[in-house]
């Protein structure tokens, strides 16, 4: 086996283990075929040109990829792959000048139990209390508590 074949073993291995912490949850096939990958690689250094090459090549797997580790988990690297957006938006904010109990309004979608609404020319999300409601049915409004809009079927 050539020192070509030894190399790329360890390098896809150190590149599934990688795979492995960064990316990929728990443990999985992933690790383990990077880990049996390095474990090749270096076996057959030690069957293929002895002890001290064998020696040297574990050494520098472990320094390799200790380096890589490390690298890859400083906070500049994830820095550079990270979005740098905000969210500023904001769910179903209701104001009391909006919206009341009482006020009646039409579905936009079918509620089973939630969905959209509209109601005084204003779109929101509202509830209903476990029935289903299908799309353009008029419905009224029961009860608001923490932002949660609950409505009925307009009789």
């Given at each position: 086996?050539s020192?070509?074949v030894i190399?790329v073993?360890i390098?896809?291995?150190?590149?599934f283990?990688l795979?492995e912490?960064l990316v990929?949850p728990?443990?999985?096939?992933?690790?383990?075929?990077?880990?049996?990958?390095?474990?090749?690689g270096?076996?057959?250094?030690?069957?293929?040109?002895?002890?001290p090459?064998?020696h040297?090549?574990?050494?520098?797997?472990?320094?390799?990829?200790?380096?890589?580790l490390?690298?890859?988990?400083?906070?500049?690297t994830?820095?550079?792959?990270?979005?740098?957006?905000?969210?500023?938006?904001?769910?179903?904010?209701i104001?009391?000048?909006?919206i009341?109990?009482g006020?009646?309004?039409?579905?936009?979608?079918?509620?089973?139990?939630?969905?959209?609404?509209l109601?005084?020319?204003?779109?929101f999300?509202?509830?209903?209390?476990g029935e289903?409601?299908?799309?353009q049915?008029?419905?009224?409004?029961?009860?608001i508590?923490?932002n949660?809009?609950?409505?009925?079927?307009?009789?």
């Open positions: 086996m020192w070509t190399a073993l390098i896809v291995g150190l590149l283990l795979l912490i990929v728990g443990t999985t096939v992933v690790g383990i075929v990077g880990f049996i990958l390095i474990a090749i270096i076996w057959q250094t030690y069957i293929v040109y002895g002890a090459a064998g040297y090549i574990l050494a520098g797997s472990i320094l390799l990829t200790v380096v890589a490390g690298f890859s988990l400083r906070a500049k994830w820095n550079r792959a990270m979005l740098h957006s905000e969210i500023d938006s904001q769910t179903n904010v104001s009391d000048s909006s009341k109990v006020d009646v309004g039409k579905t936009v979608s079918r509620l089973v139990p939630s969905g959209k609404a109601i005084n020319n204003e779109y999300e509202v509830h209903s209390s289903f409601i299908d799309p049915t008029h419905v009224e409004v029961t009860k508590e923490f949660k809009i609950w409505v009925k079927l307009k009789i």
